[in-house]
Nanobody, 118 residues
Framework: QVQLVESGGGLVQPGGSLRLSCAAS????????MGWHRQAEGKQREWVGG???????NYEDSAKGRFTISRDNAKNTIYLQVSGLTVEDTAVYYC????????????WGQGTQVTVSS
């Protein structure tokens, strides 16, 4: 089993930036790609981007440019840096980890709320 714990959410003004963290613990050797998803109220959860253990990053098209995902394998932690925040970025942000065996998202964090408001 793998446990994922997100941190860094909160209230941010439009145009601001923030960094979310996600720390993995447990059987971390069973996971490879880690990533971020988000879910706005009343909408479906959507993938933001992911990063492999080797540091290869992929983003959803709308996330390119303002979102940056990075990873520290020594700390089993990934980060999501977001700049130029807009009210449309308000959502619960979830960290996820994919199984080495299946390649599917197998573990999820509890989510952290990001609210963009003046």
């Amino acid at each position: 089993q793998v446990q994922l714990v997100e941190s860094g959410g909160g209230l941010v003004q439009p145009g601001g930036s923030l960094r979310l963290s996600c720390a993995a613990s447990g059987d971390v050797d069973s996971i490879n790609t880690m990533g971020w998803h988000r879910q706005a109220e009343g909408k479906q959860r959507e993938w933001v981007g992911g990063i492999t253990r080797r540091g290869v990053v992929n983003y959803e098209d709308s996330a390119k440019g303002r979102f940056t995902i990075s990873r520290d394998n020594a700390k089993n932690t990934i980060y999501l840096q977001v700049s130029g925040l807009t009210v449309e970025d308000t959502a619960v942000y979830y960290c996820a980890a994919a199984s080495v065996r299946t390649g599917l998202w197998a573990y999820w964090g509890q989510g952290t709320q990001v609210t963009v408001s003046s």
